[in-house]
């Protein structure tokens, strides 16, 4: 993944905001004929009018749907598919009208999703889609809670084409498709401008007059303090830094095409950005803060979805809104950036329907009847005005305004660094940024020790008393502490002296692990597997084949198996995998750190099927023991 490569496409349509995806072969498909009799209600996207729109007409691509219903595990209420001005209810009408399938709800909360889609996929209980935030896609994808969508997209279709994220892919693999939206947007009163004698940001916008200084300038002019007491009755804004810092057009964090993330706290253009929000805050000017909805602030800087709750406000011309502002001397806007995240889950069961409610959400914007129609209902049920539709137009333009994805979530646990309160300090107290960094930088990049595909190595498996109410951060700093208690100086230097790191030696006593249950053989193979490593062979280890192909319950390794193109794929790649393919046990770190010395380089499963090995130095005798293995598997007909 790397971050730090800004996304510059031309989206299609503001409204077309949703992950798009197609299907590469397809059996059943749905029915080709106009659609099932849906939609035709005042404010349906298919009405009357789109019935000449057939599945045909549209290229729409056959799909095999297992089920006519598509599970959706996301934080919203089922409510968001009765209404038409929600998104769901739209795109559940097309749905149904060209797949004979509908979304099916399973709600959750937004802090109990992640620990929701986990316990449901592994109890083999996996939704079909699972929404959430897209900094997450390290955490989802290291834990394979998410699949790749490369083996069921084609990205030629006409719905797919300039879809393909090349920054969220992992290893060659596409994690992530669809369109970027800019998800910043300064909400005003707009009478309060006039009030002063001042343009609005939308007009200074149009001039190209829109940056950080008129803004700060403004929020100063609008503050009201008439008895000088220091806390204003109305400040000049209310800025949420989590969706204002990206202005500068850098993230925290940048990432690598591993993968891996670089500590970008020390950014000039951060530094530059965070100097800005604590001239904004009590240290400075003191014209952040106020609320928004009561009046108490003039403007807020925030996410776009929340011009969906200002309906009322639009429709009476109270309130408008513009872009976020640049930086000055910048030529660039640059905004926060919104993946729509949507992931095909790992086990869905009708990924076919997972994959029809993605086309179907593109067809918004790649089809001009159907955007026409949807952007006519949100005229009138939002309050949009022509110029307002006219604006979000130019809003998705991301050659003008360039998104910056965040994803310094996805870094294990950040809170735990101290990053959340060092973002309460800058923009509310004021606390200088270098303050700041001398607190926290030091933390911060202890933290991203840990890459998503190592974060395995943290956890140590041991009975540990804990507390319900435990918090999330107090838990990661238990396990620190635990994993430093087992890293003792002893076992540092044992690892120093195989010429293994921590993480190296949990990686390997994974794939130890995996290969036999028996401790007094954990040693035996831990050796054999060092011996190869020390004379430059492929580890050829079948656990992280079954890893790679994310296929647990092969039984039976075959060549095709072998075939598979994934650096956990040790036969093909020499030395260690990138990570742990699971979490070791501390015999199993210790049948590493105290592997047995010998010069077996060949290892079988013994044809008793007791979870033992027979060993050799040769391929000869290998070879005889695999005869033995295979001869037992036919036996049993275990052929894969």
């Known amino acids: 993944m790397n971050g730090e490569k800004?996304?510059?496409?031309?989206?299609?349509?503001?409204l077309a905001l949703l992950l798009t995806m197609g299907c590469v072969g397809c059996k059943n498909g749905a029915d080709t004929s106009s659609g099932a009799n849906v939609g035709g209600g005042k404010y349906d996207v298919i009405g009357k009018n789109e019935n000449d729109?057939?599945?045909?007409?549209?290229?729409?691509p056959k799909l095999d749907i297992k089920s006519d219903k598509v599970k959706y595990l996301l934080w919203s209420d089922k409510s968001e598919l009765e209404n038409p001005q929600k998104w769901?209810?739209?795109?559940?009408?097309?749905?149904?009208?060209?797949?004979?399938?509908?979304?099916?709800?399973?709600?959750?909360?937004?802090?109990?999703?992640?620990?929701?889609?986990?316990?449901?996929?592994?109890?083999?209980?996996?939704?079909?889609?699972?929404?959430?935030?897209s900094q997450d896609n390290p955490g989802f994808i290291k834990n394979n809670i998410v699949q790749p969508v490369d083996d069921y997209v084609d990205l030629n279709n006409k719905y797919l084409k300039d879809s393909t994220l090349d920054d969220m892919t992992v290893n060659g693999k596409h994690y992530m498709l669809g369109s970027i939206s800019n998800n910043g947007r300064v909400y005003y009163w707009k009478q309060k401008f006039a009030d002063i004698g001042e343009k609005t940001p939308l007009e200074l916008y149009k001039e190209g007059k829109w940056t950080l200084s008129k803004f700060k300038e403004l929020a100063k002019k609008l503050t009201v303090d008439s008895n000088g007491d220091g806390t204003p009755e109305v400040y000049g804004c209310n800025v949420d830094m989590l969706y204002a810092y990206t202005a500068c057009g850098e993230d925290f964090v940048k990432f690598n095409s591993d993968g891996t993330a670089v500590n970008n706290m020390k950014s000039p253009a951060i530094s530059k950005m965070m100097s800005f929000i604590q001239g904004i805050g009590k240290s400075g000017d003191n014209t952040n803060g106020g609320s928004f909805n009561d009046g108490t602030a003039v403007m807020l800087w925030n996410e776009s979805w929340m011009a969906g709750t200002m309906g009322e406000k639009f429709?009476?011309?109270?309130?408008?809104?513009?872009?976020?502002?640049?930086?000055?001397?910048?030529?660039?806007?640059?905004?926060?950036?919104?993946?729509?995240?949507?992931?095909?889950?790992?086990?869905?069961?009708?990924?076919?329907?997972?994959?029809?409610?993605?086309?179907c959400g593109s067809l918004f914007g790649k089809n001009e009847q159907l955007s026409k129609r949807y952007n006519e209902i949100q005229r009138e049920l939002t309050g949009y005005t022509d110029e307002m539709v006219a604006l979000n137009e130019e809003l998705g333009d991301t050659n003008k305004f360039v998104p910056v994805i965040s994803r310094m979530?996805?870094?294990?646990?950040?809170?735990?660094?101290?990053?959340?309160?060092?973002?309460?300090?800058?923009?509310?107290?004021?606390?200088?940024?270098?303050?700041?960094?001398e607190t926290y930088y030091s933390a911060f990049q202890a933290e991203m020790g840990y890459t998503p595909v190592t974060m395995p190595c943290l956890f140590i498996p041991e009975t540990y008393q804990v507390y319900?109410?435990?918090?999330?951060?107090?838990?990661?700093k238990r396990m620190q502490t635990e994993q430093k208690r087992f890293w003792n100086d002893e076992r540092l230097a044992q690892a120093?002296?195989?010429?293994?790191?921590?993480?190296?030696?949990?990686?390997?006593?994974?794939?130890?692990?995996?290969?036999?249950n028996n401790n007094e053989e954990k040693p035996m193979v831990a050796g054999l597997y060092i011996n190869r490593l020390h004379t430059g062979m492929p580890l050829q280890a079948d656990p992280t084949i079954k890893f790679a192909l994310q296929d647990f319950g092969l039984r039976r390794i075959t060549n095709e198996h072998l075939k598979v193109n994934s650096p956990y794929n040790t036969y093909i790649n020499s030395g260690l995998p990138p990570g742990p393919i699971r979490i070791p046990?501390?015999?199993?770190?210790?049948?590493?750190?105290?592997?047995?010395?010998?010069?077996?380089?060949?290892?079988?499963?013994?044809?008793?099927?007791?979870?033992?090995?027979?060993?050799?130095s040769n391929y000869a005798d290998h070879m005889a023991n695999a005869r033995k293995y295979w001869k037992a598997l036919n036996e049993r007909k275990i052929f894969k």
């Not at 729109?53 to 729409?60: A, C, D, I, K, R």
């Not at 749905?95 to 449901?120: D, G, H, V, W």
């Not at 294990?412 to 303050?435: H, R, Y």
């Open 53 to 60: 729109l057939t599945f045909e007409s549209l290229g729409l």
């Open 585 to 616: 046990s501390k015999k199993g770190l210790d049948s590493v750190l105290n592997y047995t010395k010998h010069n077996y380089i060949y290892m079988c499963a013994k044809e008793d099927f007791s979870g033992t090995h027979n060993f050799a």
């Open 315 to 359: 429709k009476a011309g109270t309130v408008e809104y513009a872009p976020s502002p640049k930086m000055d001397g910048s030529d660039t806007y640059y905004v926060p950036g919104r993946l729509n995240t949507d992931w095909l889950a790992a086990g869905a069961p009708n990924p076919g329907g997972a994959i029809a409610y993605f086309v």
């Open 6 to 14: 800004m996304l510059r496409r031309s989206a299609a349509g503001a």
């Open 468 to 476: 319900w109410d435990m918090s999330v951060d107090d838990f990661f």
């Open 88 to 133: 769901y209810y739209q795109v559940n009408m097309v749905m149904k009208k060209y797949y004979n399938c509908e979304l099916e709800f399973i709600s959750t909360t937004y802090e109990e999703l992640p620990t929701k889609a986990a316990q449901m996929v592994l109890s083999g209980q996996s939704p079909d889609i699972i929404f959430y935030k």
């Open 496 to 516: 120093t002296a195989i010429g293994m790191t921590p993480e190296e030696v949990c990686t390997l006593a994974s794939i130890v692990e995996e290969e036999t």
């Open 409 to 437: 979530e996805g870094i294990g646990n950040w809170d735990s660094a101290g990053m959340w309160k060092m973002i309460d300090e800058v923009s509310k107290w004021g606390t200088p940024w270098t303050t700041c960094l």
